[in-house]
């Protein structure tokens, strides 16, 4: 996620952080799809999730 917002600024392209950053909400919903996806169709994915507290960036989200 760092090196996906960060890339923008290292070429130089504000226009291009501004939609990164406009890109952020679209993973996050695409994550929440994949994990409903996972806990009803993954055996076991739920005891797991509850074991791993962090998704994408550690201890923060």
Known sequence: ????LSMPL???SP???AV??????VIALRIRNE????ERDLKGYKE???QVRYKVI????
């Open 48 to 50: 797991y999730k509850q």
């Open 20 to 25: 990164m950053l406009l890109y952020v909400p």
């Open 58 to 61: 550690p201890y923060i989200w």
């Open 10 to 12: 290292v070429l130089g």
């Open 15 to 17: 226009w291009a952080f």
């Open 35 to 38: 994990e409903q996806v996972l």
């Open 1 to 4: 996620m760092i090196l996906f």
